[in-house]
Nanobody, 125 residues
Framework: QVHLIESGGGLVQAGGSLRLSCAAS????????MAWFRQAPGKEREFVAH????????YYADSVKGRFTISRDNAKNTVYLQMNSLKPEDTAVYYC??????????????????WGQGTQVTVSS
């Protein structure tokens, strides 16, 4: 089992930045890919970014490409999401996810088997 705990959310003005962190329990963190998803009120949970086990490969949703950066520190069992040039439409609860049984696909919620509790990000205009 893996427990994921997100932190770093908050209220920020449009154009500002936030860095989210997701701390994972367990000693096998380096062996599974990680991702960030988000869910706005009344909408489905959507893919934001994915990172491979060693951080060598990353993938982003088109809506955040060039503004968000996903990274990981395997020594600290932590994955990060640096969010720059934030927009009001980025307002959502952000969730980190782990794929212990990785199938190769990365952009569906079904591709991940462990989830954090979420952290709220609110961007004011």
């Amino acid at each position: 089992q893996v427990h994921l705990i997100e932190s770093g959310g908050g209220l920020v003005q449009a154009g500002g930045s936030l860095r989210l962190s997701c701390a994972a329990s367990g000693r096998t963190f380096r062996s599974y890919p990680m991702a960030w998803f988000r869910q706005a009120p009344g909408k489905e949970r959507e893919f934001v970014a994915h990172i491979s086990t060693n951080g060598g490969s990353t993938y982003y949703a088109d809506s955040v490409k060039g503004r968000f950066t996903i990274s990981r520190d395997n020594a600290k069992n932590t994955v990060y999401l640096q969010m720059n040039s934030l927009k009001p439409e980025d307002t959502a609860v952000y969730y980190c996810a782990a794929a212990l049984l990785y199938s190769g696909s990365y952009y569906n919620t079904a591709d991940y088997d462990h989830w954090g509790q979420g952290t709220q990000v609110t961007v004011s205009s």
